[in-house]
């Protein structure tokens, strides 16, 4: 039997970095929404609500960034230099926010500094990471095994519209979580922002689900030819049940199932986009046997990888377990 070792690496890649969107994406989107609570004691229950987590969460880049370098080198040197610009603002804005996690508790006359490094960080890098996957999305130039296109060709329309789009659902999954983790008005605030975030984040998936097919014949292949079609009636109606689980969550007070759900919409819209590109790691040039190592170095690697992989999701099921239930503002983690 032949083992297709790309196929087998192009999953755990997407499963990294769908890992990476809804882990690291709730605190994100905690650092969004930092501006939108202005008393002090509601922002450091925010940011307990995620520092024994969040850095952890971002091990999932690590491995999927590295993973890309190491089995797919043709994708990972065509896609860096069509998305300098973006990586690099994400990266920075990792850095302001991992930096304001450390300097906010120490500082007293200076922390409304660290607070706009939490937002802005937390906002930059949403974006960044939303306007790298419109520039993906639409399309990546390609001649001779190399990026052939300019320095400024990530800046569309559709690509900004896109870095908007991930800031408001990661603002949904930051929502979601404050009301799952916290109590009091903090929580009763953050339950109020969840509806309006919802609301914008099915206008959004609406939108994209709309505008992304006609993009590339591929695309729009993908979603209106038999057989695939199917999940053109699939996906929209196991969105809508996501939806529907996250309002009536909201409303009955199942403080749990709102962000359940929300992390339900954000698989479904990564399902969508893995219909649409595969089996293109740079959509529409270069498939994920074209961008493959040799596959002495993938047997190798993935060696590495089944024993990397479920220790790292060990120990990050073991951190949430640990602090798994609702926050004491008494108390904290920091």
């Given at each position: 039997m032949v083992i297709d070792l790309p196929f087998i690496w192009a999953a755990i890649i997407a499963f990294a970095v769908l890992a990476y969107v809804i882990l690291d994406g709730f605190d994100l989107g905690?650092?969004?929404?930092?501006?939108?609570?202005?008393?002090?004691?509601?922002?450091?229950?925010?940011?307990?609500?995620?520092?024994?987590?969040?850095?952890?969460?971002?091990?999932?880049?690590?491995?999927?960034g590295g993973g890309l370098?190491?089995?797919?080198?043709?994708?990972?040197?065509?896609?860096?230099?069509?998305?300098?610009?973006?990586?690099?603002?994400?990266?920075?804005?990792?850095?302001?926010?991992?930096?304001?996690?450390?300097?906010?508790?120490?500082?007293?006359?200076?922390?409304?500094l660290w607070n706009w490094a939490f937002a802005g960080g937390s906002f930059m890098a949403a974006l960044a990471q939303g306007i790298a996957l419109g520039a993906l999305v639409q399309g990546i130039p390609v001649a001779n095994r190399a990026y052939s296109g300019g320095w400024w060709d990530w800046l569309t329309p559709f690509s900004i519209a896109t870095g908007?789009?991930?800031?408001?659902?990661?603002?949904?999954?930051?929502?979601?979580?404050?009301?799952?983790?916290?109590?009091?008005?903090?929580?009763?605030?953050?339950r109020s922002l969840s509806y309006i975030a919802a609301l914008a984040t099915l206008a959004a998936m609406a939108i994209?689900?709309?505008?992304?097919?006609?993009?590339?014949?591929?695309?729009?292949?993908?979603?209106?030819?038999?057989?695939?079609?199917?999940?053109?009636?699939?996906?929209?109606?196991?969105?809508?049940?996501?939806?529907?689980?996250?309002?009536t969550g909201l409303k009955?007070?199942?403080?749990?199932?709102?962000?359940?759900?929300?992390?339900?919409?954000?698989i479904l819209g990564y399902a969508g986009i893995g219909i649409s590109f595969y089996p293109y790691i740079v959509p529409t040039s270069v498939t994920i046997w074209d961008a493959a190592a040799p596959d002495e170095s993938l047997g190798f690697l993935l060696v590495g990888a089944l024993i990397l992989v479920p220790l790292i999701l060990a120990y990050t099921s073991y951190a949430y377990w640990v602090f798994r239930g609702k926050i004491d503002p008494e108390e904290g983690y920091h």
């Open positions: 905690v650092g969004i929404l930092f501006p939108l609570f202005p008393e002090k004691r509601h922002r450091d229950v925010m940011m307990n609500s995620v520092a024994p987590v969040w850095d952890g969460n971002e091990t999932w880049l690590v491995l999927g370098m190491a089995v797919f080198p043709l994708a990972y040197a065509t896609i860096l230099p069509a998305l300098y610009a973006s990586i690099i603002a994400m990266l920075l804005g990792l850095i302001f926010r991992g930096v304001a996690f450390e300097y906010r508790w120490r500082t007293g006359r200076a922390q409304y908007l789009a991930v800031v408001i659902g990661y603002a949904l999954l930051g929502s979601t979580w404050l009301v799952m983790k916290t109590t009091g008005d903090l929580r009763d605030k953050a994209f689900s709309l505008w992304t097919p006609f993009l590339e014949p591929l695309y729009l292949k993908r979603w209106f030819s038999w057989p695939t079609a199917i999940f053109s009636i699939i996906v929209p109606l196991l969105v809508l049940g996501c939806f529907w689980l996250l309002l009955n007070n199942r403080d749990s199932r709102p962000f359940l759900a929300a992390l339900g919409l954000f």
